[in-house]
């Protein structure tokens, strides 16, 4: 079965609907409300989860899972930051802004030169169980 995250504006918005357009039936069995706790949740059960590739890869370097292909192709989406107008003029929003635009640009720029441009996401799943050695 799977898990997915139900809050509005996350990139499951743009997975169900793939799915369902290519009749692949997942057995959703358990919802959350956001990505908090769900590498844990998968690494400590059978269930299934469709997540970005960076966050599967910060998940793997630290519970015991597998990262997969999705069994089609997912569409490109974009990460954006929004802010009420209040703070845009603050020195410390405008900072974090900053700082969470510098460390995203270069993360996707190094994932876009080791995946040279490949846009699939990824399943993570259970991999060994709760107490054995960690894998990759």
Do not use: C
């Amino acid at each position: 079965g799977h898990v997915v995250v139900t809050s509005s504006g996350t990139g499951h918005v743009i997975v169900e609907p793939e799915y369902a357009r290519k009749k692949l039936n997942r057995n959703i069995l358990l919802r959350v409300p956001s990505f908090l706790g769900l590498g844990r949740i998968v690494a400590t059960t059978e269930l299934l989860t469709t997540v970005p590739d960076r966050l599967a890869d910060v998940v793997a370097s630290g519970e015991a899972v597998k990262i997969y292909p999705t069994p089609i192709a997912l569409p490109y989406y974009e990460v954006k930051l929004h802010w009420h107008s209040r703070y845009h003029a603050d020195p410390g929003n405008a900072w974090v802004r900053k700082l969470i635009a510098r460390l995203l640009s270069k993360r996707a720029a190094a994932t876009l030169a080791e995946r040279a441009g490949h846009r699939s996401r990824i399943r993570m799943e259970h991999d060994d169980p709760p107490g054995a050695p960690r894998s990759r």
